[in-house]
């Protein structure tokens, strides 16, 4: 039997093990299986639980109660610098700089969407 945590972590996104199945692309009765403890987990298909519930291998395989690994952990904590040093920031500035702020980072978000379909579109017409 090969302990985990994958129903525990199915169930908390309320999700039917057919829908799991579906969205990692393996069938319902090896999901079955996998709750149940009767299939080894493979590779592949730990690598996709872990990516697809956003939580470490060894959480999965009860090594650790820590959700994330250290690695998570450590770039979490940095991106969580980055934005209270970027809010301290924004709220030094007066209201018409910040509207200035908030109108410049919606134009760089619609241009960076329109990049994106362009190069999307661009990579279809080659295949």
């Known amino acids: 039997m ?25 069938s319902q009765q090896t999901v079955s299986r996998i709750e149940n403890g009767d299939n080894a987990l493979a590779a592949d298909i730990l690598m996709s639980l872990a990516n697809y519930f956003d939580v470490s291998i060894d959480y999965i395989l009860y090594r650790s109660d ?4 250290e690695e998570s ?5 940095e991106i969580q610098e ?10 030094q500035l007066n209201r018409k700089n910040q509207e200035l702020i908030f109108n410049l980072t ?10 994106e379909r362009f190069l999307n579109m661009k990579r ?3 295949e």
């Open 66 to 69: 820590s959700r994330r690994g």
């Open 2 to 26: 090969v302990r985990n945590r994958v129903k525990e972590l199915r169930k908390e996104r309320r999700l039917r093990q057919e829908e799991l199945a579906g969205r990692i692309n393996i």
């Open 82 to 91: 980055r934005n209270y040093n970027l809010c301290r920031r924004y709220e």
């Open 73 to 77: 952990r450590v770039e979490f904590d």
């Open 124 to 126: 279809e017409k080659r």
């Open 106 to 115: 919606e134009e760089l978000e619609s241009g960076q969407r329109l990049r």
